[in-house]
């Protein structure tokens, strides 16, 4: 069993910076790709970015590129997200998942296990 523990969520105003993390225990793969997904009221769930294992491989949507940069923890079983310059339609629940593979993939159906999410709100 492999449990994801996201957090680092809340209330922001626009402009302003948040801090999410993932930490992932169990029995994980012997090598996996990780990745940030949000999911807004209403709409499908969608990716922010993704990490390969070695964690020199990243991608990011459009929509956050040059403000959220994600990154592992030495011990590669973490994994970060700084979002900067938020903006108010960045709300939305963020999740983290992991996927069996050493590249990342922009598709939730290729993740394996996920977390419960973190809420992130940004006002205007």
């Known amino acids: 069993q492999v449990q994801l523990v996201e957090s680092g969520g809340g209330l922001v105003q626009a402009g302003g910076s948040l801090r999410l993390s993932c930490a992932a225990s169990?029995?994980?793969?012997?090598?996996?790709?990780m990745g940030w997904f949000r999911q807004a009221p209403g709409k499908e769930r969608e990716v922010v970015a993704t990490?390969?294992?070695?964690?020199?491989?990243?991608s990011y949507s459009d929509s956050v590129k040059g403000r959220f940069t994600i990154s592992r923890g030495n011990a590669k079983n973490t994994m970060y997200l700084q979002m900067n310059k938020l903006k108010p339609e960045d709300t939305a629940t963020y999740y983290c998942?992991?996927?069996?593979?050493?590249?990342?993939?922009?598709?939730?159906?290729?993740?394996?296990?996920w977390g419960q999410g973190t809420q992130v709100t940004v006002s205007s």
């Open positions: 998942a992991i996927k069996d593979g050493r590249l990342g993939s922009a598709r939730y159906a290729d993740y394996d296990y």
């Open positions: 169990g029995r994980t793969f012997s090598s996996y790709a």
């Open positions: 990490i390969s294992w070695g964690g020199t491989i990243t």
